[in-house]
Protein backbone atom coordinates (compact mmCIF):
# COMPACT_ATOMS: atom_id res chain seq x y z
CA UNK A 1 0.00 0.00 0.00
CA UNK A 2 1.44 3.37 -1.12
CA UNK A 3 1.64 6.13 1.97
CA UNK A 4 0.78 9.67 1.64
CA UNK A 5 4.15 10.77 1.82
CA UNK A 6 5.79 8.00 -0.55
CA UNK A 7 3.29 9.86 -3.13
CA UNK A 8 4.17 12.63 -2.09
CA UNK A 9 7.92 12.11 -2.89
CA UNK A 10 6.93 10.79 -6.14
CA UNK A 11 5.40 13.77 -6.94
CA UNK A 12 8.63 16.59 -6.05
CA UNK A 13 10.88 13.30 -8.01
CA UNK A 14 8.40 13.92 -11.36
CA UNK A 15 8.87 17.95 -11.02
CA UNK A 16 12.20 17.71 -10.93
CA UNK A 17 12.69 14.65 -13.87
CA UNK A 18 10.25 17.29 -15.38
CA UNK A 19 12.57 20.07 -15.01
CA UNK A 20 15.51 18.79 -16.21
CA UNK A 21 13.21 17.23 -19.37
CA UNK A 22 11.82 20.86 -20.00
CA UNK A 23 13.70 23.63 -18.87
CA UNK A 24 16.80 25.29 -19.58
CA UNK A 25 19.91 23.61 -17.86
CA UNK A 26 21.15 27.10 -16.89
CA UNK A 27 17.88 27.57 -14.71
CA UNK A 28 19.91 26.49 -11.58
CA UNK A 29 18.52 24.66 -8.58
CA UNK A 30 19.66 25.26 -4.83
CA UNK A 31 20.66 21.67 -3.21
CA UNK A 32 21.58 18.40 -4.27
CA UNK A 33 17.82 17.52 -4.16
CA UNK A 34 15.71 20.72 -5.17
CA UNK A 35 13.21 21.79 -2.80
CA UNK A 36 10.00 21.95 -4.59
CA UNK A 37 7.89 24.37 -3.13
CA UNK A 38 3.97 23.82 -2.58
CA UNK A 39 2.63 26.34 -0.11
CA UNK A 40 3.70 29.24 1.71
CA UNK A 41 2.41 31.39 4.68
CA UNK A 42 3.83 34.66 6.14
CA UNK A 43 7.81 33.49 7.16
CA UNK A 44 6.87 29.76 6.38
CA UNK A 45 7.27 27.46 3.21
CA UNK A 46 6.67 23.85 2.76
CA UNK A 47 7.29 21.46 0.47
CA UNK A 48 5.05 18.71 -1.08
CA UNK A 49 6.72 16.09 1.32
CA UNK A 50 5.03 18.53 3.83
CA UNK A 51 8.45 19.99 5.66
CA UNK A 52 8.25 23.46 6.89
CA UNK A 53 11.02 25.53 6.60
CA UNK A 54 11.61 29.11 7.89
CA UNK A 55 11.80 31.38 5.27
CA UNK A 56 15.04 33.12 5.51
CA UNK A 57 15.60 33.88 1.36
CA UNK A 58 11.78 35.30 0.51
CA UNK A 59 12.71 33.57 -3.23
CA UNK A 60 16.01 36.23 -3.62
CA UNK A 61 14.64 39.34 -1.20
CA UNK A 62 11.65 39.21 -3.27
CA UNK A 63 8.71 38.12 -0.52
CA UNK A 64 9.06 41.16 1.33
CA UNK A 65 5.91 41.16 3.81
CA UNK A 66 5.13 37.69 4.10
CA UNK A 67 4.11 34.73 1.55
CA UNK A 68 0.56 35.08 0.53
CA UNK A 69 0.26 37.30 2.56
CA UNK A 70 -3.90 38.26 2.79
CA UNK A 71 -3.39 42.31 2.98
CA UNK A 72 -2.03 41.69 -0.61
CA UNK A 73 -3.14 38.52 -2.00
CA UNK A 74 -7.14 39.76 -1.18
CA UNK A 75 -6.31 42.68 -3.42
CA UNK A 76 -4.50 40.88 -6.24
CA UNK A 77 -7.72 38.13 -6.09
CA UNK A 78 -10.05 41.30 -6.28
CA UNK A 79 -8.54 43.09 -9.27
CA UNK A 80 -8.05 39.35 -11.08
CA UNK A 81 -11.42 39.46 -11.29
CA UNK A 82 -12.36 43.02 -12.31
CA UNK A 83 -9.72 43.79 -14.77
CA UNK A 84 -6.60 42.26 -15.37
CA UNK A 85 -4.77 43.46 -18.23
CA UNK A 86 -4.64 46.61 -20.33
CA UNK A 87 -0.49 47.76 -21.64
CA UNK A 88 0.22 51.66 -21.17
CA UNK A 89 -1.97 52.16 -24.17
CA UNK A 90 -4.48 52.78 -21.70
CA UNK A 91 -4.13 54.67 -18.05
CA UNK A 92 -5.56 52.67 -15.24
CA UNK A 93 -6.08 54.60 -12.12
CA UNK A 94 -4.04 51.81 -10.29
CA UNK A 95 -0.49 52.41 -12.22
CA UNK A 96 -1.44 56.13 -11.49
CA UNK A 97 -1.67 55.09 -7.31
CA UNK A 98 1.48 53.39 -7.89
CA UNK A 99 3.39 56.02 -9.53
CA UNK A 100 2.08 58.95 -6.91
CA UNK A 101 2.97 56.95 -4.02
CA UNK A 102 6.46 55.80 -5.67
CA UNK A 103 6.74 59.99 -5.60
CA UNK A 104 6.12 60.51 -1.80
CA UNK A 105 8.52 57.70 -0.24
CA UNK A 106 11.72 58.26 -2.79
CA UNK A 107 14.46 60.87 -2.07
CA UNK A 108 14.79 64.16 -3.40
CA UNK A 109 12.87 65.28 -6.85
CA UNK A 110 11.98 61.67 -8.14
CA UNK A 111 8.55 61.47 -9.54
CA UNK A 112 8.46 60.08 -12.63
CA UNK A 113 7.73 55.88 -13.24
CA UNK A 114 8.37 53.89 -15.56
CA UNK A 115 7.25 50.85 -15.39
CA UNK A 116 8.40 47.22 -16.68
CA UNK A 117 8.44 43.55 -15.13
CA UNK A 118 11.99 42.91 -13.51
CA UNK A 119 14.83 44.89 -12.23
CA UNK A 120 16.75 43.84 -15.74
CA UNK A 121 14.44 45.71 -17.79
CA UNK A 122 14.19 48.53 -14.67
CA UNK A 123 18.61 49.00 -15.55
CA UNK A 124 17.91 48.68 -19.30
CA UNK A 125 15.93 51.32 -19.18
CA UNK A 126 17.92 53.65 -16.82
CA UNK A 127 21.36 53.47 -19.04
CA UNK A 128 19.23 53.80 -22.01
CA UNK A 129 17.44 57.09 -20.52
CA UNK A 130 21.08 58.11 -19.04
CA UNK A 131 22.83 57.75 -22.57
CA UNK A 132 19.95 59.84 -24.62
CA UNK A 133 20.21 62.72 -21.71
CA UNK A 134 24.15 62.80 -21.98
CA UNK A 135 26.16 63.57 -24.78
CA UNK A 136 28.29 60.56 -23.46
CA UNK A 137 28.02 56.89 -24.10
CA UNK A 138 29.74 56.09 -21.26
CA UNK A 139 28.79 54.03 -18.08
CA UNK A 140 30.65 53.48 -15.26
CA UNK A 141 29.71 50.38 -12.81
CA UNK A 142 31.30 48.53 -9.97
CA UNK A 143 32.99 45.28 -9.86
CA UNK A 144 31.30 42.13 -8.32
CA UNK A 145 28.29 44.13 -9.16
CA UNK A 146 25.09 41.78 -10.71
CA UNK A 147 22.60 44.11 -12.88
CA UNK A 148 20.35 41.26 -14.53
CA UNK A 149 20.31 38.57 -17.48
CA UNK A 150 19.25 40.61 -21.02
CA UNK A 151 22.71 40.98 -22.68
CA UNK A 152 23.28 44.92 -22.07
CA UNK A 153 22.61 44.39 -17.79
CA UNK A 154 25.21 41.01 -18.39
CA UNK A 155 27.95 44.07 -19.57
CA UNK A 156 26.83 46.11 -16.62
CA UNK A 157 27.29 43.09 -14.67
CA UNK A 158 30.77 42.05 -13.26
CA UNK A 159 30.58 38.45 -11.88
CA UNK A 160 32.29 36.09 -14.20
CA UNK A 161 29.84 33.12 -13.78
CA UNK A 162 27.14 35.38 -14.98
CA UNK A 163 28.90 36.81 -17.63
CA UNK A 164 29.10 34.35 -20.24
CA UNK A 165 28.70 34.20 -24.05
CA UNK A 166 30.52 36.66 -25.22
CA UNK A 167 29.22 39.44 -23.45
CA UNK A 168 30.01 42.95 -25.78
CA UNK A 169 30.59 45.69 -22.97
CA UNK A 170 31.33 48.41 -25.70
CA UNK A 171 30.80 51.67 -23.36
CA UNK A 172 30.56 49.98 -19.76
CA UNK A 173 33.42 50.29 -17.57
CA UNK A 174 33.84 48.82 -13.97
CA UNK A 175 35.68 50.37 -10.97
CA UNK A 176 36.86 48.38 -8.28
CA UNK A 177 34.50 48.11 -5.95
CA UNK A 178 34.28 48.93 -1.87
CA UNK A 179 34.71 45.53 -0.88
CA UNK A 180 36.59 46.20 2.62
CA UNK A 181 36.90 42.48 3.47
CA UNK A 182 39.05 41.60 0.39
CA UNK A 183 39.95 44.96 -0.65
CA UNK A 184 41.93 44.69 -4.14
CA UNK A 185 44.30 47.76 -3.39
CA UNK A 186 45.38 45.69 -0.07
CA UNK A 187 44.46 48.33 2.00
CA UNK A 188 42.34 48.36 5.02
CA UNK A 189 39.94 50.62 5.82
CA UNK A 190 39.66 53.44 7.36
CA UNK A 191 43.14 53.65 6.93
CA UNK A 192 43.17 53.49 3.36
CA UNK A 193 40.92 57.04 3.25
CA UNK A 194 38.28 54.90 1.06
CA UNK A 195 40.99 54.66 -2.37
CA UNK A 196 38.36 52.67 -3.60
CA UNK A 197 36.48 55.45 -4.07
CA UNK A 198 38.99 57.72 -5.95
CA UNK A 199 39.57 54.84 -8.45
CA UNK A 200 36.53 55.88 -9.82
CA UNK A 201 37.90 59.41 -11.19
CA UNK A 202 41.03 57.49 -12.21
CA UNK A 203 38.71 55.14 -14.42
CA UNK A 204 37.30 58.08 -15.88
CA UNK A 205 39.83 59.49 -16.60
CA UNK A 206 41.50 56.47 -18.23
CA UNK A 207 39.24 53.98 -19.42
CA UNK A 208 36.36 56.34 -20.71
CA UNK A 209 36.13 59.43 -23.28
CA UNK A 210 36.70 61.30 -19.86
CA UNK A 211 33.15 62.98 -19.38
CA UNK A 212 30.01 59.82 -18.45
CA UNK A 213 26.32 59.01 -19.40
CA UNK A 214 25.86 57.90 -15.77
CA UNK A 215 27.27 55.47 -12.85
CA UNK A 216 25.47 52.83 -12.07
CA UNK A 217 25.44 50.79 -8.55
CA UNK A 218 23.42 48.70 -5.68
CA UNK A 219 24.16 50.26 -2.02
CA UNK A 220 24.81 46.92 -0.94
CA UNK A 221 25.73 44.32 -3.71
CA UNK A 222 23.10 41.41 -3.90
CA UNK A 223 24.76 38.39 -6.17
CA UNK A 224 28.08 40.08 -5.01
CA UNK A 225 27.78 38.75 -1.61
CA UNK A 226 26.23 41.76 0.44
CA UNK A 227 28.95 43.64 0.00
CA UNK A 228 28.35 46.72 2.28
CA UNK A 229 30.29 49.98 1.22
CA UNK A 230 31.72 52.14 4.06
CA UNK A 231 29.67 55.25 5.01
CA UNK A 232 31.45 57.90 3.27
CA UNK A 233 32.17 55.79 -0.10
CA UNK A 234 29.11 56.63 -1.49
CA UNK A 235 29.23 60.70 -1.02
CA UNK A 236 32.87 60.76 -2.61
CA UNK A 237 31.70 58.82 -5.51
CA UNK A 238 28.90 61.35 -5.67
CA UNK A 239 30.80 64.15 -5.85
CA UNK A 240 33.12 62.68 -8.92
CA UNK A 241 30.44 61.76 -10.76
CA UNK A 242 28.81 65.09 -11.21
CA UNK A 243 31.94 66.59 -11.73
CA UNK A 244 32.81 64.49 -14.92
CA UNK A 245 29.01 65.06 -16.07
CA UNK A 246 27.62 62.03 -15.19
CA UNK A 247 24.10 60.77 -13.12
CA UNK A 248 24.14 58.36 -10.69
CA UNK A 249 21.80 55.63 -10.44
CA UNK A 250 20.82 53.86 -7.56
CA UNK A 251 20.13 49.97 -8.59
CA UNK A 252 17.76 49.58 -5.88
CA UNK A 253 16.33 46.24 -7.02
CA UNK A 254 17.57 44.42 -3.64
CA UNK A 255 18.25 47.34 -1.56
CA UNK A 256 14.35 49.04 -1.70
CA UNK A 257 11.39 48.75 0.38
CA UNK A 258 13.04 48.74 3.31
CA UNK A 259 15.15 46.22 3.35
CA UNK A 260 18.45 48.26 5.09
CA UNK A 261 16.05 49.58 7.66
CA UNK A 262 14.65 53.15 8.83
CA UNK A 263 14.81 53.98 4.73
CA UNK A 264 12.56 53.38 2.02
CA UNK A 265 15.99 52.84 -0.07
CA UNK A 266 18.84 51.68 0.23
CA UNK A 267 21.13 54.60 -0.46
CA UNK A 268 19.39 57.05 1.81
CA UNK A 269 21.23 55.15 4.03
CA UNK A 270 24.23 57.18 2.89
CA UNK A 271 23.13 60.41 2.25
CA UNK A 272 22.62 60.39 -1.51
CA UNK A 273 20.12 62.02 -3.71
CA UNK A 274 20.32 59.71 -6.62
CA UNK A 275 19.03 61.23 -10.45
CA UNK A 276 17.41 57.63 -10.57
CA UNK A 277 16.81 54.85 -8.70
CA UNK A 278 15.44 51.51 -10.40
CA UNK A 279 13.57 48.16 -8.18
CA UNK A 280 11.95 45.69 -8.55
CA UNK A 281 12.17 42.31 -6.33
CA UNK A 282 10.64 42.96 -2.91
CA UNK A 283 8.58 46.07 -4.95
CA UNK A 284 5.14 43.72 -5.53
CA UNK A 285 5.91 40.67 -3.20
CA UNK A 286 6.50 38.30 -5.42
CA UNK A 287 4.50 39.51 -8.32
CA UNK A 288 7.01 40.57 -11.63
CA UNK A 289 7.10 44.15 -11.26
CA UNK A 290 10.11 46.39 -12.06
CA UNK A 291 10.38 50.25 -11.98
CA UNK A 292 12.59 53.06 -12.89
CA UNK A 293 11.76 56.18 -11.05
CA UNK A 294 13.56 59.75 -11.95
CA UNK A 295 13.29 63.65 -12.13
CA UNK A 296 10.71 65.65 -14.41
CA UNK A 297 13.40 66.85 -16.09
CA UNK A 298 15.13 63.53 -16.94
CA UNK A 299 12.16 61.93 -17.42
CA UNK A 300 11.51 64.61 -20.73
CA UNK A 301 14.51 63.74 -22.33
CA UNK A 302 13.56 60.51 -23.27
CA UNK A 303 13.28 60.61 -27.37
CA UNK A 304 10.84 59.16 -29.19
CA UNK A 305 8.39 56.77 -28.01
CA UNK A 306 8.32 53.98 -25.70
CA UNK A 307 5.39 51.40 -24.55
CA UNK A 308 5.62 48.35 -22.15
CA UNK A 309 2.98 45.92 -22.72
CA UNK A 310 3.20 44.32 -18.85
CA UNK A 311 4.88 47.47 -17.14
CA UNK A 312 2.44 48.92 -14.70
CA UNK A 313 -0.63 46.02 -15.36
CA UNK A 314 -3.72 46.68 -13.23
CA UNK A 315 -2.69 43.50 -10.92
CA UNK A 316 0.90 44.22 -10.62
CA UNK A 317 0.12 48.07 -9.61
CA UNK A 318 -2.52 46.65 -7.04
CA UNK A 319 -0.18 44.43 -5.54
CA UNK A 320 2.99 46.89 -5.33
CA UNK A 321 0.45 49.66 -3.98
CA UNK A 322 -0.98 47.00 -1.38
CA UNK A 323 2.86 46.24 -0.22
CA UNK A 324 4.08 49.10 0.06
CA UNK A 325 0.32 49.90 2.28
CA UNK A 326 1.84 47.30 4.73
CA UNK A 327 5.05 48.27 5.01
CA UNK A 328 3.88 51.95 6.40
CA UNK A 329 0.48 50.74 8.07
CA UNK A 330 2.73 48.09 10.51
CA UNK A 331 5.48 50.28 10.70
CA UNK A 332 8.03 47.56 9.08
CA UNK A 333 11.38 50.21 7.96
CA UNK A 334 11.28 50.82 12.11
CA UNK A 335 10.71 47.03 12.26
CA UNK A 336 13.50 45.93 9.74
CA UNK A 337 16.21 48.53 11.92
CA UNK A 338 15.01 46.93 14.80
CA UNK A 339 14.97 43.20 13.96
CA UNK A 340 18.01 43.90 12.00
CA UNK A 341 20.24 44.95 14.53
CA UNK A 342 19.31 42.31 16.61
CA UNK A 343 20.04 39.92 14.26
CA UNK A 344 23.18 41.58 13.66
CA UNK A 345 24.19 40.70 17.10
CA UNK A 346 22.93 37.17 17.33
CA UNK A 347 25.29 36.75 13.89
CA UNK A 348 28.34 38.31 15.11
CA UNK A 349 28.38 35.92 18.31
CA UNK A 350 28.27 32.83 15.95
CA UNK A 351 31.19 34.01 14.15
CA UNK A 352 32.86 33.78 17.64
CA UNK A 353 31.81 30.79 18.16
CA UNK A 354 32.49 29.00 14.21
CA UNK A 355 35.70 29.97 12.36
CA UNK A 356 34.28 29.20 9.11
CA UNK A 357 32.98 32.84 9.67
CA UNK A 358 35.22 35.19 8.49
CA UNK A 359 32.85 38.27 7.99
CA UNK A 360 29.85 39.50 8.90
CA UNK A 361 28.25 42.34 7.03
CA UNK A 362 25.20 43.98 5.70
CA UNK A 363 22.38 46.16 6.76
CA UNK A 364 19.16 45.80 8.04
CA UNK A 365 17.31 42.28 7.17
CA UNK A 366 20.04 42.02 4.35
CA UNK A 367 23.01 40.40 6.12
CA UNK A 368 25.56 38.11 5.24
CA UNK A 369 28.21 35.62 6.15
CA UNK A 370 31.53 34.63 4.08
CA UNK A 371 32.67 31.87 4.58
CA UNK A 372 36.34 31.20 4.83
CA UNK A 373 38.75 27.88 5.57
CA UNK A 374 41.06 30.44 7.53
CA UNK A 375 40.55 33.84 8.92
CA UNK A 376 44.48 34.82 8.10
CA UNK A 377 44.44 33.30 4.37
CA UNK A 378 40.66 33.95 4.06
CA UNK A 379 40.80 31.40 1.42
CA UNK A 380 36.75 31.12 0.34
CA UNK A 381 35.27 27.69 1.46
CA UNK A 382 32.53 27.53 -1.49
CA UNK A 383 32.10 23.22 -0.78
CA UNK A 384 31.25 24.04 3.03
CA UNK A 385 29.27 26.95 2.19
CA UNK A 386 27.50 24.22 0.05
CA UNK A 387 27.14 21.98 3.16
CA UNK A 388 26.03 24.35 5.00
CA UNK A 389 23.14 25.60 3.42
CA UNK A 390 22.30 21.95 2.57
CA UNK A 391 22.50 20.99 6.80
CA UNK A 392 20.30 24.35 6.93
CA UNK A 393 17.99 22.93 4.47
CA UNK A 394 17.35 19.86 6.21
CA UNK A 395 17.07 21.72 9.66
CA UNK A 396 14.20 23.64 8.61
CA UNK A 397 15.95 26.99 7.11
CA UNK A 398 16.07 28.05 3.60
CA UNK A 399 18.76 30.59 3.35
CA UNK A 400 20.93 31.63 0.09
CA UNK A 401 24.78 32.21 -0.77
CA UNK A 402 26.51 34.42 -3.20
CA UNK A 403 29.79 36.01 -3.67
CA UNK A 404 32.26 35.44 -6.64
CA UNK A 405 33.46 32.14 -4.74
CA UNK A 406 30.16 31.11 -3.76
CA UNK A 407 30.99 31.26 0.08
CA UNK A 408 28.54 33.62 1.13
CA UNK A 409 25.70 33.37 2.64
CA UNK A 410 23.26 35.80 2.06
CA UNK A 411 20.24 35.77 4.89
CA UNK A 412 17.24 38.08 3.59
CA UNK A 413 14.13 37.34 5.65
CA UNK A 414 10.66 38.98 5.36
CA UNK A 415 10.57 42.48 6.54
CA UNK A 416 7.92 41.38 9.14
CA UNK A 417 9.91 39.33 10.74
CA UNK A 418 9.50 38.80 14.68
CA UNK A 419 12.54 38.63 16.94
CA UNK A 420 11.88 34.88 17.92
CA UNK A 421 12.18 33.95 14.53
CA UNK A 422 15.58 35.53 14.59
CA UNK A 423 16.65 33.26 17.54
CA UNK A 424 15.23 30.25 15.38
CA UNK A 425 16.93 30.93 12.71
CA UNK A 426 19.80 31.58 14.86
CA UNK A 427 19.60 28.02 16.74
CA UNK A 428 19.16 26.40 13.17
CA UNK A 429 22.30 28.20 11.90
CA UNK A 430 24.44 26.90 15.18
CA UNK A 431 23.42 23.73 14.50
CA UNK A 432 24.10 23.55 11.24
CA UNK A 433 27.44 24.62 11.27
CA UNK A 434 28.15 22.18 14.15
CA UNK A 435 27.25 19.46 11.12
CA UNK A 436 29.61 20.85 8.43
CA UNK A 437 32.95 18.76 7.97
CA UNK A 438 35.71 20.63 7.13
Not at 6 to 24: A, C, G
Not at 206 to 215: D, L, M, Q, V, Y
Not at 307 to 336: C, M, Q, R, Y
Request: charged share 20%.
Amino acid sequence: MTTKAQTEVSRSEEVIRKHKEFLWPAVANYYARPLVADRGSMQYVWDLEGRKYLDFFGGILTISVGHANPKVTSKIKAQVDKLQHTSTLYPNEHIVALAEKLAQITPGKLQKSFFTNSGTEANEAAILLARMASSSYDIVALRHAYSGGSMLAKSVTAHAPWRKAGVISVGISHAINPYCYRCPLGMKYPDCNVACAKDVENLIQTGTSGTIAAFIAEPIQGVGGFITPPPEYFKMVFKIVKNYGGLFIADEVQTGFGRTGKKWFGIEQWEVEPDMITCAKGMGNGVPIGATITTAQLADTFKGLTISTFGGNPVTSVAAKATIDVIEEEHLLENVDTVGRYFRGKLEELQQKHALIGDVRGMGLMQGLELVKDRTTKEPAPAETTQLIERARENGLLVGKGGLYGNVLRISPMLNIAKADVDEAIRILDKSFGEVKV
